[in-house]
């Protein structure tokens, strides 16, 4: 049975950092493709950070250069640092593993950042 579990969010001052944790169970990250992604009330969920299948990065725009996405392979679990937090960036946050055919999500912790 395959879970992933967020952890490490909580409310932070604009200009703060968080780091948010995924570990897994049941799968592995490696060689397969995994991101994060957030949902701010009555918004779609939108990718904040993705590491292909073959090793790659990519961010959007809106957290490029301030978000870092690393997998520790040892321990099976996926990070998300968050530097130099916005008010826009307050959403739930929830890692994912793409695996056909409909892939894994976590529950989703939340991340709440005051102006």
């Known amino acids: 049975q395959v879970q992933l579990v967020e952890s490490g969010g909580g409310l932070v001052q604009a200009g703060g950092s968080l780091r948010l944790s995924c570990a897994a169970s049941g799968i592995i990250f490696s060689g397969n493709a995994v991101g994060w992604y957030r949902q701010a009330p009555g918004k779609q969920r939108e990718l904040v950070a993705r590491i292909t299948s073959g090793g790659n990065t990519n961010y959007p725009d809106s957290v490029k250069g301030r978000f870092t996405i690393s997998i520790d392979n040892a321990k099976n679990t996926m990070y998300l640092q968050m530097n130099s937090l916005k008010s826009e960036d307050t959403a739930v946050y929830y890692c994912?593993?793409?695996?056909?055919?409909?892939?894994?999500w976590g529950q989703g912790t939340q991340v709440t950042v005051s102006s």
């Open positions: 994912n593993v793409q695996q056909f055919p409909d892939g894994y």
